[in-house]
């Protein structure tokens, strides 16, 4: 069936300058595609820039080349005034719900906030629908008059939820937004996400670098390495399409303590020789690299229905299947 596509990065790049006019490649040529409905994982470990995705995806980050396309149209090409619909239609959600919420501000003024600012409604209906919104996400209406110092963590992200659901948002972006919850409050979280993308249909974009999470739950899986993508997958094939050596070795380290110990070695090695490399970003970490995988970037192949995977092995043997 085809997929409706309703956001689309097109050839994104990020690079930051710091003040002495030193320059950081943090984003290389990436490529995402969230259908309607659909539920994308971004993975990858600290530092690959998946919060400077998430950023650029959000608008609140501008992207050094490439496009954002929402709907068909080009958003990154819009004066910023037009853009208050993507603000709206787009929801993000962190990872310390903390941060998000002014300590002064009760859990009541917070919900009807955006309701009130995009003129929405009136500020009695706004308050009688965060008391609807707060019982959806399973907190009763007395929260309203909390303030967010009286909440747990797990309470005040799902206030955050409410407050995103309730704009109706096409797409629901989560930057690692239960990483900061115990284990049994985060399956809690992801349980109510689930529940309410089967009642309202929002596409979202689940951003972390927890490969269990990202398999239970999403649909495609982008795998990232040092801004660039490196594997597309189904989610439900993780363990058993991946091919790519990176997503590889990720997997095996999530079971083995000296796997782990391996990858951040790897890691290591790789990071010094990384600094803007023209081949794969991954090449000095893999066991099977040619002098070419040091030297050409290795472009997205697909390999069957499930993976496509950015690794010259599988460019031969296409290039292979292609001639014989
Ligand atoms: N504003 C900035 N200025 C300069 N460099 C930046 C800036 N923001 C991010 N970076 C760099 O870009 C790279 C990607 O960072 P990013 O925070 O996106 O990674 P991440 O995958 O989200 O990591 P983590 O999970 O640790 O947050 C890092 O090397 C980081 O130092």
């Given at each position: 069936?085809?997929?409706?596509?309703?956001?689309?990065?097109?050839?994104?790049?990020?690079?930051?300058?710091?003040?002495?006019?030193?320059?950081?490649?943090?984003?290389?040529?990436?490529?995402?595609?969230?259908?309607?409905?659909?539920?994308?994982g971004?993975v990858?470990e600290s530092?690959?820039?998946k919060s400077?995705?998430?950023?650029?995806?959000?608008?609140?980050?501008?992207?050094?080349?490439?496009?954002?396309?929402?709907?068909?149209?080009?958003?990154?090409?819009?004066?910023?005034?037009?853009?208050?619909?993507?603000?709206?239609?787009?929801?993000m959600i962190f990872q310390d719900p903390l941060g998000t919420f002014?300590p002064?501000?009760?859990i009541?003024?917070?919900?009807?906030?955006?309701?009130?600012?995009?003129?929405?409604?009136?500020?009695?209906?706004?308050?009688?629908?965060?008391?609807?919104?707060l019982?959806k996400v399973g907190l009763s209406?007395?929260y309203?008059?909390k303030y967010p110092n009286e909440l747990s963590g797990g309470e005040l992200q799902r206030v955050v939820i409410a407050r995103a659901i309730?704009?109706?948002?096409?797409?629901i972006l989560c930057d690692e937004c239960t990483s900061a919850l115990d284990v049994s409050i985060q399956k809690q979280i992801i349980a109510l996400l689930i529940d309410l993308k089967?009642?309202?249909?929002?596409?979202s974009?689940f951003i972390t670098h927890d490969l269990a999470l990202a398999e239970s739950i999403c649909?495609?899986?982008?795998?990232?390495?040092?801004?660039?993508?490196?594997?597309?997958?189904?989610?439900?094939?993780?363990?058993?399409?991946?091919?790519?050596?990176?997503?590889?070795?990720?997997?095996?380290?999530v079971f083995?303590i000296?796997?782990f110990?391996?990858?951040?070695?790897?890691?290591?090695?790789?990071?010094?020789?990384?600094?803007?490399?023209?081949?794969?970003?991954?090449?000095?970490?893999?066991?099977?690299?040619?002098?070419?995988?040091?030297?050409?970037?290795?472009?997205?192949?697909?390999?069957?229905?499930?993976?496509?995977?950015?690794?010259?092995?599988?460019?031969?043997?296409?290039?292979?299947?292609?001639?014989?």
């Amino acid at each position: 069936m085809e997929r409706d596509i309703i956001l689309q990065l097109e050839n994104i790049h990020k690079v930051f300058s710091d003040n002495n006019g030193k320059t950081m490649k943090a984003m290389n040529n990436v490529n995402i595609a969230l259908g309607k409905g659909e539920c994308i994982g971004i993975v990858g470990e600290s530092g690959c820039g998946k919060s400077t995705l998430a950023r650029i995806i959000a608008q609140l980050t501008a992207p050094s080349e490439g496009k954002i396309i929402y709907r068909g149209e080009d958003i990154t090409a819009l004066p910023k005034k037009s853009t208050k619909m993507y603000y709206k239609n787009v929801q993000m959600i962190f990872q310390d719900p903390l941060g998000t919420f002014s300590p002064r501000m009760k859990i009541g003024a917070y919900l009807i906030e955006p309701f009130v600012n995009f003129k929405i409604m009136s500020k009695k209906k706004a308050y009688q629908y965060a008391e609807v919104l707060l019982e959806k996400v399973g907190l009763s209406k007395d929260y309203m008059k909390k303030y967010p110092n009286e909440l747990s963590g797990g309470e005040l992200q799902r206030v955050v939820i409410a407050r995103a659901i309730g704009l109706e948002p096409d797409i629901i972006l989560c930057d690692e937004c239960t990483s900061a919850l115990d284990v049994s409050i985060q399956k809690q979280i992801i349980a109510l996400l689930i529940d309410l993308k089967k009642k309202t249909n929002f596409s979202s974009i689940f951003i972390t670098h927890d490969l269990a999470l990202a398999e239970s739950i999403c649909d495609k899986i982008y795998v990232m390495y040092l801004g660039e993508i490196v594997e597309v997958l189904e989610g439900q094939n993780l363990l058993s399409e991946a091919r790519h050596p990176y997503t590889r070795m990720l997997l095996d380290s999530v079971f083995s303590i000296k796997n782990f110990d391996k990858r951040i070695e790897v890691n290591r090695k790789i990071d010094r020789a990384f600094n803007g490399t023209k081949g794969c970003v991954f090449a000095e970490g893999c066991l099977n690299k040619s002098r070419r995988c040091l030297e050409e970037k290795p472009h997205l192949v697909k390999v069957n229905q499930y993976v496509s995977v950015a690794c010259r092995k599988y460019e031969e043997v296409r290039r292979i299947a292609s001639v014989v």
